[in-house]
Every structure is written in structure tokens, then in C-alpha cells.
């Protein structure tokens, strides 16, 4: 497996990264890696490197570079147009190999986890540039309901009842689309003074003035992926976990079915494994403590996209 250093600018970001591919010479089908959210460099700590090595010996090379901030990589994020920035940051890479003679240009596919799934249907929908998508642990509609999900779900872990934790989750719908700071402090305060909210989830915490934005429409926390899904052509793969805390699973699921078969699109497969978290990792109920920081990963989970893709090189 070789391994090649490359960068490139998206206006005022600058990125780092490493392309894998395999020993000969080409052109090779390609796999652009698109992370989740946080701080992740250009190997997600090491977690990308088993799936690296089962695509590269299938003959797939690669792509994957440091978030801005991060490892080498410069600039930051516009936190009120984060999905859309990160679409053209995945559009640019695409663009770099489609100009490379070890590259084929009509095979470049995305692979992306969580947070992805509101980048990855902004890039591939209606796009004849991305040839294949592997959804991992994707929400199915909008970063603020997936949101007040995760709250809603971990609360009751914690012991608090379903009436409880609706509440809050409530409570986290109405501070993101907030019109004024006051507005938003009357539905942050709340969210602040739940320990659990504040201290695991780390979404309690109140923003200062100066950091508060009324959110326009373009705000990344409303945007749906499902009109986007409904736009993709091309084969899909998409996997969850049944014990992921974090996405409404039974929505996504259902969402990704009905979006991709209203697109008319015929070759997709979704996959639900049992007792898995939304890392891909064993799990017995879920609870972030249980998965966060695991790096090994499930052998179904690495079989099935090593069997999907060989089987993607042959239709």
C-alpha cells in the first residue's frame, strides 16, 4: 500500500492530507473519506487504517485528509455554514483526483460517518462526480432533531423518564432555532443546569452574546438530508448500528428507504447490525461510555463494505 502526501486550498482553508493506494500502477476506483464531527485528523486516530487496508487490497485508493484546525490542516469552519463548506472541501478533493492519471475519474465514491450524513447527500446529489456512497451511522433528518434525539435517548439511560427527557429534548429544538439571545437563554438555562447535559453530552453549555447567531435559514442545525437523498442516483450503502444512542436509527433506516427509492434509485443496500454502537463497535446498551475511543470495529461491519465494493467493481 502506498501512501502520498497532498494539499489543497478551499478559499481560506488549507488542507493536509494522505492518499492510499494500492502497489500497481492503475487507474484505481477511489474512496474519498468525509469525518465525523470534532477535532479528527487525516487517520481518525488510527480508525480508518483497518478499512484503509481492506479497500486498498480491493483495489480502491484512498483520500482523506486533517479537518481544518487539526494535524496540519489550517482556517476553521463557519459554524452557521458548516454542511456547505464541508461539501465544497469534498468537491474539491474529488475534483484533485479526477485530474490524476492513476485515478479512474467515473469511479470516485464517499465514505463518511455521522456528521457526514448531512455532507455527503449535498455532494453527491445530482452529481455525476461521485459514482458511489457508504453512509455510516447517518442521521435522517435534520442536526437539531437528531440532536434532541441524542438527548432524549441518553436521559432515559441515565434513569430519567420518558416524560422527562422529551421535555429536554424540547427544550434543545427550541434554543437552536432561537431569534434572540433572550429567547435562547430561556431554553438554555434548563439544558445547562442537567448535569448529564452538560458534563457527558457537553450540549448544555450557554453561549456568550457575542457568539449567538439568530439562526438563518442556511443554518447547518436545519438542514434535512432527506430532499438531498432524494437526488442520488448512484449505488448506496448505508449501516447502523441498533444500539446507537446518538441517531434515531428506526428514522434513518426509514428515511434512506423512502428518499433513495423516491430518487428511482435501484441499487442501494441498508444493513442494521445487532449489539452495535454508533462507532461500529460491540455495545451492550449503548451508552457512550460503553463505545467512545474503541477503535476496533465489528468484523460484519468491515465484511460487508469489503464485499459491497468487490462486488460494485463487477456490474
Known amino acids: 500500500m502506498f501512501r502520498e502526501a497532498f494539499d489543497f486550498k478551499v478559499d481560506e482553508l488549507h488542507l493536509y492530507g494522505t492518499l492510499v493506494k494500492p502497489e500497481n500502477p492503475g487507474p484505481h476506483p477511489a474512496v474519498v473519506f468525509v469525518h465525523w464531527s470534532g477535532p479528527i485528523n487525516r487517520n481518525c486516530y488510527g480508525s480508518y487504517l483497518p478499512i484503509w487496508e481492506r479497500f486498498v487490497r480491493r483495489g480502491y485508493a484512498c483520500m482523506s485528509w486533517d479537518k481544518p484546525g487539526t494535524g496540519e490542516s489550517r482556517g476553521e469552519y463557519d459554524r452557521v455554514h458548516l454542511f456547505q463548506q464541508r461539501a465544497q472541501v469534498v468537491r474539491e478533493g474529488i475534483r484533485l483526483l479526477k485530474k490524476r492519471g492513476d485515478i479512474d475519474p467515473n469511479s470516485i465514491g464517499l465514505w463518511g460517518i455521522s456528521q457526514a450524513g448531512w455532507v455527503m447527500p449535498l455532494v453527491a446529489a445530482g452529481s455525476e462526480d461521485v459514482s458511489f456512497m457508504i453512509a455510516v451511522s447517518c442521521a435522517g433528518e435534520s442536526g437539531v432533531r437528531q440532536g434532541a434525539y441524542l438527548i432524549r435517548r441518553n436521559l432515559i439511560l441515565e434513569g430519567l423518564s420518558e416524560e422527562e427527557a422529551e421535555r429536554y429534548g424540547e427544550l ?15 431554553y438554555a438555562r434548563p439544558l445547562n443546569e442537567q448535569q448529564h447535559i452538560r458534563d457527558s453530552l457537553k450540549w448544555g453549555k450557554i453561549e456568550p ?7 438563518p435559514p442556511d443554518f447547518c442545525q436545519l ?33 434512506y428507504r423512502s428518499a433513495l427509492t423516491k430518487a428511482g434509485n435501484n441499487n442501494f443496500r441498508i444493513v442494521v447490525f445487532p449489539d452495535t454502537a454508533h462507532n461500529m463497535s460491540r455495545t451492550l446498551t449503548g451508552r457512550p461510555e460503553e463505545w467512545r475511543g474503541k477503535r476496533e470495529k465489528i468484523p460484519e461491519y468491515l465484511d460487508a463494505m469489503e464485499k459491497w465494493l468487490m462486488k460494485l467493481r463487477k456490474i
Do not use: H
Not at 434543545?172 to 430561556?186: C, G, S, V
Not at 452574546?209 to 439562526?215: H, L, T
Not at 432527506?226 to 441517531?247: F, H, N, Q, R
Open 209 to 215: 452574546p457575542e457568539v449567538f447567531v439568530a439562526n
Open 172 to 186: 434543545y429544538i427550541k434554543r437552536n432555532k432561537a431569534e434572540t439571545y433572550e429567547e435562547y437563554l430561556e
Open 223 to 255: 438542514i434535512d438530508p432527506a430532499p438531498y437523498l432524494e437526488k442520488i442516483s448512484c449505488p448506496v450503502l448505508a449501516m447502523w448500528g441498533d444500539k446507537d444512542t446518538s441517531i434515531d436509527v428506526v428514522q434513518a433506516v426509514e428515511a
